[in-house]
């Protein structure tokens, strides 16, 4: 699993006297970066106070916006609302190799994560997790292909993952078991959602590993043949 200052995530950033809140990658070419302020706009009516500021990624030297709130009632990370253009899998090789229906449902979690939608992003990681958790048996276990389509995500793990049971924390584990429940009596939804995030990161490595041994499998038996 990856470590935290890999993941994307968000970031003060101060800028003539003003704290902003950003993200810790460029959105064109995904590296971590301490982006450079080209300009800033302020727009405001009687509802609301918004700051626009327009910065560059030394990396790659694209442009891009970030749209802060800056009301006196939002604080801390929620004052992020949403960069220009959003982030999504351009550059992400690992990601670009999962199925359609996972990296739609993973980038809606993402950015509703980036906007504050907290709730609505624990179930949809969760749900991200089972589609690409299912894809990778069903690449390992083509014969058993509707058992998993039809099994939930701890059958799923318990029957195909085993290996990697091992790996995950209790916790995670009950998560991932009872995750309804889990949501109704927890207040702590960050740290159950970063475990399922750092879930979600150990497999798609896993998925890149296991891709590379099919192309590696397959190179050896052509020369054989």
């Not at 950033?13 to 982006?35: A, G, R, S, T």
């Not at 690449?139 to 318990?158: A, G, Q, W």
């Not at 995950?168 to 009872?178: A, G, H, I, R």
């Amino acid at each position: 699993m990856q470590n935290n200052e890999n993941k994307l995530m968000k970031t003060k950033y101060e800028y003539d006297n003003q704290e902003y809140i950003v993200m810790n990658k460029c959105p064109h070419c995904n590296l971590e970066i301490h982006p450079v302020v080209e300009n800033m706009y302020y727009f405001e009516n009687n509802m609301y106070k918004v700051k626009v500021i327009s910065l560059s990624c030394p990396s790659c030297k694209r442009d891009y916006f970030v749209l802060n709130d800056l009301r006196e009632e939002i604080t801390g990370n929620d004052k992020f609302i949403i960069s220009v253009p959003r982030y999504g899998f351009r550059e992400n090789v690992i990601v670009k190799n999962t199925s359609r229906k996972f990296q739609n449902l993973y980038m809606q979690s993402i950015n509703n994560e980036l906007v504050g939608h907290y709730d609505i992003a624990f179930f949809g990681f969760i749900k991200s997790l089972e589609i690409l958790v299912k894809d990778i048996a069903i690449l390992e276990h083509k014969e058993s292909e509707d058992v998993i389509l039809f099994s939930n995500l701890n059958t799923c793990l318990e029957q195909f993952h085993s290996t990697n049971m091992h790996l995950f924390s209790k916790k995670l584990l009950e998560v991932l078991k009872n995750d309804y429940l889990y949501f109704h009596k927890t207040e702590d939804l960050q740290t159950s959602t970063e475990l399922i995030k750092d879930c979600i990161e150990y497999f798609l490595v896993y998925l890149e590993l296991l891709l590379k041994t099919f192309k590696l499998n397959n190179h050896e038996n052509r020369e054989i043949n």
